[in-house]
């Protein structure tokens, strides 16, 4: 079974300062990973996603991540955060074949502060 | 429909009433999910409808919460005798086929209160 772990509940960071946010999971197939970002009062917004291919991925709003299959990592970076990157990020993961159901982190609050 | 709808927005209930929370997915979208988002708890998956084949329910917490999904477009999850720790946030998505590689396309959810 697979599962996932965001170690940090939540982030406090000034802005234009970087910012990770990590992620790890547990599976013992390969999987697709996401990384979804929730703004308050809507629903989840996906930020960026790796299937396959180049281990770096980049997304939405300036964010990256990186795939790291030997730390079984998927952590999301930003190199200066705005204000307004302010919300609830949710890393994913999906095995490739068979379901489509996500195995959701328990998010990471990320809070900028001016 | 641009994006998924879900109402009502908000619902606060007394224990032991049934609520209807509704889903309008994005048109042509032939999957859909339910997920319940509660504090400190992540997204937990709750059911899964793919076209006209039988929904996953294999995530519903009990047998007080059902969904249907009418015409292949508009789902209804129902929780009937409501109970407090039912208290969190419904958040329904849809797809265009329901792969590992589809996107999912999340409503803003519903915010359910159980007093």
């Known amino acids: 079974a697979q599962s996932v772990t965001q170690l940090d509940s939540q982030v406090p960071v000034f802005e234009e300062a970087p910012v990770e946010l990590r992620c790890n999971y547990s599976?013992?197939?390969?999987?697709?990973l996401f990384w979804y970002v929730q703004y308050p009062n809507q629903g989840l917004q996906l930020l960026l996603k790796y299937l396959s291919g180049s281990t770096l991925v980049k997304g939405i709003n300036g964010f990256e991540a990186e795939f790291n299959k030997s730390q079984t990592s998927f952590h999301l970076r930003k190199p200066s955060v705005h204000i307004s990157d302010t919300a609830e990020y949710f890393c994913?993961?999906?095995?490739?074949?068979?379901?489509?159901?996500?195995?959701f982190g328990t998010g990471t609050r990320l809070k900028v502060l001016a | 429909g641009a994006g998924v709808s879900q109402s009502p927005s908000n619902k606060v209930t007394e224990k032991g009433k049934d609520v209807e929370l509704r889903c309008d997915p994005i048109s042509g979208h032939t999957a859909l999910y339910w997920y319940r988002q509660s504090l400190g708890q992540g997204l937990e998956f709750l059911i899964y409808?793919?076209?006209?084949?039988?929904?996953?329910k294999s995530g519903l917490p009990s047998d007080r919460f059902s969904a249907e999904r009418t015409g292949g477009s508009v789902s209804t999850l129902t929780i009937q005798r409501t109970q407090q720790e039912d208290s969190a946030v419904y958040l329904c998505a849809s797809s265009l086929v329901g792969t590992g590689k589809d996107i999912q396309y999340f409503g803003a959810g519903t915010r359910l209160s159980v007093l």
């Open positions: 599976s013992s197939v390969s999987v697709y």
């Open positions: 409808f793919q076209g006209n084949s039988a929904p996953d």
């Open positions: 994913a993961v999906i095995p490739p074949s068979g379901t489509y159901k996500y195995i």
